[in-house]
């Protein structure tokens, strides 16, 4: 079947985080299990099963806790708002953001010592600080190194990307009215609501 594009082009170089990325989850995989099955060896089944029952008991209670607290944040945000007042911002740097919370929870409620023992490494507030601020920063050069123009812009411009390397920008055009006869039966209806 031709489809008019030529077929003989050069290969795609796979990416260094898709080569090892999924090594890396293998071997980690493999390490768990191994220290599961020494900890088995020296304590018993029992212990294995009380260790991981006890780790996704804690890991749902962070999970809980860190979500109410956001609920509770959100509430006082949409209250400081409806009475005209400015919203108070989060001090950063307190280590008193959800998002680390709630994966040091996940952490924890994943079968395995070592993400237990990184769950609650998570948990500690110097060591959360320390990962936001280092994420916040990469997040910041990012941004910086990224071309100018807005998030809009993204949604605005198509690129098709042919197989020989050509990119051919172009513009999408939405008419919000339909095209055609304009009668009593053409006309918008809004959808019906229970």
Do not use: C
Request: charged share 15%.
């Amino acid at each position: 079947m031709t489809t008019g594009v030529p077929t003989s082009t050069a290969p795609r170089r796979r990416s260094p985080a898709r080569t090892f990325l999924p090594l890396a989850v293998a071997a980690w995989l493999i390490l768990e299990i191994w220290l599961l099955s020494l900890v088995a060896g020296v304590g018993g089944g029992l212990t294995v099963a009380a260790l991981l029952a006890g780790g996704m008991v804690l890991g749902a209670v962070v999970i809980k806790r860190a979500g109410r607290r956001a609920f509770k944040n959100l509430t006082d945000t949409f209250q400081q708002a409806q009475q005209g007042v400015a919203p108070t911002p989060q001090q950063p740097g307190q280590g008193q953001g959800n998002g680390l919370t709630m994966l040091a929870g996940l952490l924890l409620m994943m079968p395995g010592l070592i993400s237990d023992v990184a769950g609650l490494f998570l948990l500690l507030p110097p060591v959360r600080s320390w990962i936001g601020r280092r994420a916040a920063r990469s997040l910041e050069r990012k941004m910086a190194s990224a071309p100018a123009g807005t998030f809009g812009d993204a949604f605005q411009q198509a690129r098709i990307h042919y197989p020989d390397g050509k990119v051919v920008q172009g513009e999408v055009i939405r008419e919000d009215r339909p095209q055609g006869p304009q009668g009593p039966d053409t006309a918008y209806r809004p959808p019906l609501a229970p």
